[in-house]
């Protein structure tokens, strides 16, 4: 059987230990700094091994991610050192628990996995100086504050903004995006970028049409939204999200958010199906309130008075699958069509326009065909 020649390299079997192990840490290394839903949901993060030194986000957000950006950075550079490790015991016959028997390349690997905590290191601990004062995060937020107060102030401010329920917020745990009544923030691995609403110009510079959502079989419309300050000093930074999320962010904005001359921002499902309902029920038949009858707030929204009430008017009273309802006009055209919409399949919106949902109040059954304007 021929021997290799001195000096070839020597091929390593896929199935030996060596490469087993490789493939193997590979993966986690990956899974493990670009987390899938998989490895949170089984606890496999810097936020949930570290849970008890990291506290609490609800209750101190910015000290929060004053450790957690650290802890990341920490836990991330230690992955080299964890993989030569591994390799001593996946590959012991390369003799890696001695350094100085190992080859030279395996060496400088050795000498870069050292290296890259020990810098980490230094860099948090140069951080945390002065109460965290040189933290990027605690550096930003003293730009925003006032001559005679710190940046311990604006995070003071983020804290209680952000224990509110009202906030917006969306997005993967690598990428959040939080909007609170005075901030805009964008939550990232290693990062919280900050900015000011009343500073702040936002612009939608890009869309992008997906086919099929990961949580759905619907299509979806990504967005990509610029966050400028109009401080020099603050770096612009992008946001994404939900083309259906889009609105309940605008709500949230104090200032319009601006588009590009190429982007085209689509609706959602659930508001395209609205204008449907809507422009649907506006050609049924009229009811006509009795003259003894005084229309109330609807009880849906609160809001604007009751507009619709349900007769069945698509057949005959003792035909089909509808029922009548006896109810009086209590709801106003839009809780109407959210409740009609609230009941359907999402994975099947084909549907919706031909089906039946019972009575928010009394459960009689009802088409879209039995929604009438009241006159």
């Avoid at 091929?11 to 700094?33: G, H, I, N, Q």
Wanted: one cysteine or more.
């Amino acid at each position: 059987m021929p021997r290799c020649p001195p000096g070839a390299a020597r091929l390593v079997p896929m199935d030996s230990p060596e490469v087993t192990f490789t493939l193997a840490y590979l993966v986690f290394t990956v899974c493990f700094v670009f987390t899938p839903n998989e490895f949170y949901s089984a606890g496999l993060t810097v936020q949930n091994l570290l849970s008890g030194w990291l506290g609490s986000e609800d209750a101190a957000f910015v000290p929060y991610h004053l450790r957690r950006t650290s802890a990341t950075l920490l836990c991330h550079s230690l992955l080299p050192l964890g993989y030569y490790m591994g390799m001593c015991f996946a590959a012991s016959e390369k003799q890696l628990y001695s350094p100085g028997q190992a080859s030279e390349a395996w060496q400088l690997f050795l000498l870069l996995a050292v290296t890259l905590p020990l810098v980490s290191c230094t860099l948090i601990y140069y951080w945390s100086w002065d109460k965290w004062t040189r933290h990027p995060l605690a550096q930003t937020l003293a730009l925003y504050a006032l001559p005679q107060s710190g940046w311990q102030a604006v995070a003071s401010s983020i804290n209680t903004e952000f224990r509110r329920i009202d906030k917006f917020a969306t997005g993967a745990p690598g990428a959040r995006v939080i909007v609170t009544d005075t901030w805009v923030m964008k939550v990232t691995t290693y990062r919280v970028h900050v900015a000011q609403q009343q500073d702040v110009h936002l612009t939608v510079t890009e869309s992008r049409q997906h086919d099929l959502s990961p949580d759905s079989n619907l299509p979806v419309q990504l967005l990509t939204i610029r966050v400028a300050s109009s401080s020099p000093a603050m770096q612009p930074f992008d946001i994404r999200l939900n083309s259906a999320e889009y609105g309940e962010l605008c709500e949230k904005l104090h200032a319009p958010i601006r588009s590009a001359a190429n982007v085209v921002i689509r609706q959602s499902l659930g508001d395209l199906f609205l204008e449907t309902f809507a422009s649907l029920v506006e050609v049924n038949p009229a009811y006509s309130v009795p003259s003894n009858q005084e229309l109330e707030a609807c009880i849906g929204c609160m809001q604007t008075q009751a507009s619709v009430k349900l007769v069945k008017t698509c057949q005959e009273p003792a035909v089909g699958e509808c029922q009548q309802c006896y109810c009086r006009p209590m709801w106003c055209l839009t809780c109407m069509g959210k409740w009609f919409a609230s009941r359907q399949d999402p994975q099947r919106p084909d549907t919706w326009l031909a089906s039946r949902v019972p009575c928010p109040t009394c459960r009689a059954r009802f088409c879209i065909l039995d929604v009438c304007c009241v006159r």
